[in-house]
């Protein structure tokens, strides 16, 4: 009998560890395996390297994951485009209006999509229904175009260094204007005249009546 009720205590003790072994694994990566989910299909031109298991956000909330990912090839605008599957929590409803795009945690971090929630009261889409997507700048372009704003930036820095050194010589008009002792005298003596004979400034000039 002691024999039966220690091998009893040791078959329990074996199922209890086997148990919590079990949900251990099961809750490893948040995974849910009662919790209701629906699929619903994004539009891409651009992954921007997303893979299969990157987060999705909505409103900045994690409510489930990239399921598949697949490139299909659009009849109608005669395109490719990367289709991505999207398992989401029963209850994080997506409006028809809603955005979707691909963020970047960190500079250099992990992909993930990211849904902007729509308007409010706005009707939302059904398992399997497909949302388009807003495609992310590729870093090549952003780097590209820094590189044009800077060519662009330095040849305005050059033109004004040359205007600024021909004013600085006397050069031109507008050099004249600054750099030329003469008219700077004249002007202080018109001001002086003025200041000395007051009168002038009402009286008019000869042939005005």
């Given amino acids: 009998m002691r024999r039966l009720d220690f091998e009893f205590k040791v078959g329990m003790f074996v199922a209890i560890g086997i148990a919590i072994f079990i949900s251990m694994i099961f809750s490893i990566g948040s995974f849910r ?30 409510v489930g994951e990239v399921r598949d990912i697949d490139i299909i090839f659009d009849k109608e ?8 599957t999207l398992l989401l929590n029963k209850k994080a409803r997506v409006e028809k209006d809603a955005e979707a795009f691909i963020n970047t ?3 250099i971090g992990e992909k993930y999509i990211e849904i902007m929630p729509g ?5 939302t889409f059904k398992p399997g ?3 388009i ?19 662009d930036l330095k040849k305005l820095t050059e033109s004004a260094n040359i205007v600024m050194d021909k004013v600085k010589t006397g050069q031109g008009t507008v050099g004249k204007l600054f750099m030329d002792d003469s008219l700077y005298k004249e002007l202080e003596a018109f001001i002086k005249d003025l200041k000395a004979h007051p009168w002038k400034l009402l009286s008019k000039p000869r042939g005005e009546k």
């Fill in 33 to 62: 395996t009662f919790e209701q989910r629906y699929n619903l299909k994004v539009h891409f031109y651009f992954a921007n390297g997303i893979q299969v298991a990157a987060p999705v956000r909505l409103a900045g909330v994690q």
């Fill in 105 to 107: 945690l960190g500079l």
């Fill in 119 to 123: 308007t409010a009261g706005n009707e």
């Fill in 129 to 131: 229904q497909t949302l």
């Fill in 133 to 151: 997507g807003k495609d992310s700048v590729p870093v090549e372009k952003v780097t590209e175009k820094a590189y044009e704003m800077m060519v």
């Fill in 77 to 84: 605008k005669q395109k490719t485009v990367v289709e991505l």
